[in-house]
Nanobody, 125 residues
Framework: QVQLVESGGGLVQAGGSLRLSCTAS???????MGWFRQAPGKEREFVAA????????IYADSVKGRFTISGDNAKNTVYLQMSSLKPEDTAIYYC???????????????????WGQGTQVTVSS
C-alpha cells in the first residue's frame, strides 16, 4: 500500500501561482507519480506525471508551459508548481502513484494504483 497526502491548495487570483505537494508513505517502490484534477460536473482529467527513476515528465496540453512537476526522492514528495493560473484550473487536485514494474508514463485514470484524498484549488477571475 502507498499512502498519499496532498497539501498546498487554496484560493488564488487569476495569474497567480500555487505549489502543491504530495508526500508518499508505505510501500517504497513507485515507478511514477503524478497529478489529476476534477472540476465540478466534469470527469477527472490528467494533469502531469513524472517517472521516479530518470525524471521523465509528461503534461496535459492545457497546462504545458504553466505547470511544472518535480520530485524529491529523499523526501518521498512530488510537487506541482502552478503558474499563470486561470479560472478553468479550478478543481480538486489528486496525487497519484503508479507501482507497475513496466510501461510508459500513463495519462489515464486506470494506470494509477493509489490516489490521495485531493486538495482544492480555486482560481478567482
Amino acid at each position: 500500500q502507498v499512502q498519499l497526502v496532498e497539501s498546498g491548495g487554496g484560493l488564488v487570483q487569476a495569474g497567480g501561482s500555487l505549489r502543491l505537494s504530495c508526500t508518499a508513505s508505505g510501500r517504497t517502490y513507485r515507478r511514477a507519480m503524478g497529478w489529476f484534477r476534477q472540476a465540478p460536473g466534469k470527469e477527472r482529467e490528467f494533469v502531469a506525471a513524472i517517472m521516479w527513476i530518470g525524471g521523465n515528465t509528461i503534461y496535459a496540453d492545457s497546462v504545458k508551459g504553466r505547470f511544472t512537476i518535480s520530485g524529491d526522492n529523499a523526501k518521498n514528495t512530488v510537487y506541482l508548481q502552478m503558474s499563470s493560473l486561470k479560472p478553468e484550473d479550478t478543481a480538486i487536485y489528486y496525487c497519484v502513484a503508479d507501482v507497475r514494474l513496466l510501461g510508459a508514463l500513463g495519462t489515464s485514470v486506470n494506470e494509477y494504483d493509489f490516489w490521495g484524498q485531493g486538495t482544492q484549488v480555486t482560481v478567482s477571475s
